[in-house]
Structures are given as C-alpha cells and as structure tokens.
C-alpha cells in the first residue's frame, strides 16, 4: 500500500505473487527417499527503484529464509541375530536397541467457508485490498484411524472503506477448523509430527458490511513406530560338554513342522546348514510342513 505520486495524497496497493526457485546440495537424495521441507520467513526488505525513464516503478525485494530439511530412506540390512560353534559352547549377549520405524507420510486438506460480518463500530467495505491469514494447530489427539487435528485460522483483511477521512480499515476474525488425517495399521505407541499451514485463502466481498471466506488448511504428517531390537554385543565361550554331545545320536530323521527353519534345526542338533543340504541333496533352506530331514551329527 503507498500514495500515488501523480494523484497527490490517494491511497494504491500493488498485489502480486513472486515464484521461488531454490536448490540446497543434499548427498543422499534418492527417488525413493522421503523428506520433509519447512521455510520461514526471517528478514524481508522492500526498496523503490527507478526504471529506465526515472519512474519509480521498481520494486526490489530481498527475503532470508530459513529452511529447514529432512529426508529419511530405508534400507534393508543384515541382522545378525544368533550365533553358535561346532568347536566351543558359544552364548550370544544381547543389548535391546530401541528404532523408530516410519509408519506413513500422509497429508489432507480441510476446507472452509465462513461468512465475516463487520461490527457496528467498523467503516463500511468498499473494497478489498489484501486478505492475509495464519494457522495455529492447538490440539491433536489420536484416534484408531489416525489423527485428529484441532486448530485456528486467523484472518486479516485490509479494505478501502467509502469514508474519505479514513480511507483504510482492517479486520481480524479467527475461525476454528477440525480435521482428521488417517493413519493405516495406526497404534497407540505412534510418535506423530503434525504440519499445519495455509494452501489457500481469498475473501469475496458481498456487500459493504459481510465478506466471504474461504480457506484451504493443508495438514502434513508423518507417523514413526517404536521397535526394539535385541543387537549381538559380545558372545562369551567355555568348553562343549563332551559326555552330553557322546549321549546324542549321531543320525536323526526329522519331520518339518510349519515355522521351522534349518539354521534352528542345524544348531540343535549340533551341525550346520550345509551339512544337511548336502546330505539331503536340497538346494533350497525353505522348509515346508511335513519335509523329511536326515540330520547327522557333527562333532568340532
């Protein structure tokens, strides 16, 4: 807003939107990767200039952002979850190490229509010059289904009013919005970071005392998980107990049962996995129920 030099003292504003095209060097973006961007605005400077026939019609401006990113990726890594020797009594110790798992990156939009009624002690509209707005997420509880999101939006609205002797009004409402945003396979334990922020918001004047409003709040979520894993620390080592090992059998048949696996299978009967695929003459370690297995013991 800034008084036309030609007209004297009459009041003009100028709106547009300025694009923003920004790059930040980042090593380990991929196509698969997830991130999260959030910018605010920290300086803002306006300055006049004059164009080519000394009009001043420039407008130059200069605004700091601080930008903050974070990107998350996942990988699949070997575990290394057991351990046993055919030569040494051998006892894995275990350490819990707690992991937060990403459980979803979702986003929705509420929408809202409110109609603004000036108060009797407000000049009339005559026209509409800017209508800004902010969110402020207040509540957020979580539901079987996701998260339910409470909020305001509070909005500005600055107008040229029919009065000569106060040709500039401005008006302040807040209006409360709710939404859910859904969260598959949700769980209690889910740690939840909620972002709120204003995609649209336009006021259409209807007449000199009531304005319409319409917003769009745009929610982003992302929803991490707590697992604990047990990690192999150290293992300590003594002596085999060799009277029990004479004791056991030296050849066993056994019967597949559903959830077996030949590593438990191999370490229980005191042998390895190659030793029984190659007894067998298997080519796969898949077990199905019901598979016959001739185990022969092995002895460091």
């Keep these: 807003m800034y ?3 030609e007209e004297g003292e009459h009041l003009s ?14 090593g380990v973006m991929e196509d698969d990767c997830i991130w999260q961007v959030q910018m605010v605005p920290l300086t803002m ?11 001043e019609r420039i407008l130059v401006m200069e605004l700091a952002l601080d930008t903050h990113i974070r990107i998350w990726k996942e990988e699949k890594i070997r575990l290394l979850t057991d351990l046993y020797s055919l030569q040494k009594e051998v006892k894995p110790v275990f350490r819990e190490c707690p992991l937060e798992r990403l459980l979803v990156k979702n986003a929705a939009k509420c929408r809202m229509t409110e109609q603004m009624e000036l108060k009797e002690d407000k000049e009339k509209v005559l026209q509409i010059c800017s209508c800004e707005g902010k969110v402020l997420l207040e509540r957020q509880e979580i539901k079987p289904d996701g998260v339910l999101a409470e ?21 302040q409402e807040i209006y409360p919005f709710s939404q859910l945003v859904e969260i598959p396979e949700m769980s ?32 982003d ?8 894993i047990q990690n192999i620390e150290e293992a300590t080592e003594s002596e085999p107990d060799l009277e029990m ?15 077996d696996d030949l590593w438990t299978i191999a ?34």
């Design 245 to 259: 090992l004479r004791n056991r059998p030296g050849l066993v048949g056994y019967i597949a049962k559903a959830g």
């Design 188 to 219: 209690a334990q889910a740690k939840v970071e909620l972002d709120a922020s204003l995609e649209q918001l336009s006021a259409v004047m209807l007449d000199q005392e009531h304005v319409e409003i319409r917003a769009a709040v745009r929610l």
């Design 3 to 5: 008084n036309d030099e």
């Design 267 to 300: 370490k229980e009967n005191h042998t390895t996995i190659q030793n029984i695929m190659e007894t067998n003459h298997r080519k796969s370690e898949v077990l199905l129920a019901g598979e016959k297995v001739l185990i022969v013991k092995q002895v460091g």
């Design 151 to 171: 909020g305001t939006v509070e909005v500005n609205i600055l107008y040229i009013t029919p009065d000569d002797h106060m040709p500039v009004g401005a008006v």
């Design 221 to 228: 979520l992302i929803a991490f998980v707590q697992e604990v």
């Design 45 to 55: 400077e306006l300055e006049v200039k004059p164009d080519y026939d000394g009009e």
């Design 13 to 26: 504003w100028y709106e547009t939107t300025v694009p923003l095209d920004a790059q930040a060097e980042c």
